[in-house]
């Protein structure tokens, strides 16, 4: 049962969040979104970006408990944002910054997120897991509108970073907590040269879902 999509429904508290001025944002809905790398401030205020660029839902499960996904899209936007403010932030040298903004503009080929998932049971959360024994599978969707008709294309991903052994994640994703398990999920830019991400006026969406239950996190894209 489907509870909440794309709102940042609950907040997260994290002491080590002051470290990059993170604050987090409640029961706000975030807008559209432009993925594309068309420059940023030389200093941003990355609870700012980090806010534009996650999503966060919960749904009640059948089985009991509650399912809780928050999600970061790595954009080209937002990664080149993240660097500017981590260049700062970690008082990286000129070439260091511009080698980081370098690598941030290189395509990669590939969609990727950072997510943060909570079970009622442990044992269930295990997204690296194969499909046939996981709980939760992931999924991205693609929508030419808003996300009311069948998606035009729907891609499983490539590969699923347990990121439990490392910690700098928690810091830059501060929805991260002792409580949840943190993932980095890479699918695939395009399917038989269709890109993922749709165009202008459509909508990303990213899925869990498992017999227990399902989230979706949305994503508009900007006119």
């Known amino acids: 049962m489907l509870i909440s999509t794309g709102a940042r429904g609950r907040q997260h508290t994290l002491a080590f969040a002051a470290l990059l001025g993170v604050a987090t944002a409640f029961g706000c809905r975030a807008g559209p979104v432009d993925p594309r790398s068309n420059g940023v401030p030389t ?8 806010q534009e660029w996650t999503r966060d839902g919960e749904a009640y499960l059948a089985l009991g408990g509650r399912l809780f996904v928050s999600a970061t899209w790595l954009s080209p936007a937002f990664l080149q ?5 981590r260049a700062g932030n970690e ?15 290189t395509a990669l080929n590939e969609v990727v997120f950072v997510i943060g998932v909570n079970t009622p049971e442990w044992g269930w959360n295990h997204l690296e897991a194969p499909e046939d024994t996981a709980v939760f599978r992931l999924r991205l969707r693609h929508f030419r509108g808003q996300g009311r008709d069948a998606p035009l294309i729907e891609v499983a991903p490539l590969r699923v970073e347990r990121l439990e052994s490392k910690p700098k994640f928690a810091l ?16 695939p830019e395009n399917v038989s040269g269709v890109s993922v ?20 996190l949305d994503w508009a894209i900007r006119g």
Do not use: C, K, M
């Open 43 to 50: 200093r941003p205020n990355y609870s700012a970006v980090l």
């Open 81 to 85: 944002a993240q660097v500017a403010a």
């Open 91 to 105: 008082d990286f040298s000129a070439a260091e910054a511009d080698a980081a903004q370098r690598d941030v503009l």
């Open 172 to 187: 830059l994703y501060p929805f991260i907590t002792p409580l949840h398990i943190g993932y980095r999920v890479v699918f």
């Open 197 to 216: 991400v749709p165009g202008p006026g459509g909508l990303l969406r990213l899925v869990v879902a498992g017999p227990p239950g399902s989230v979706a």
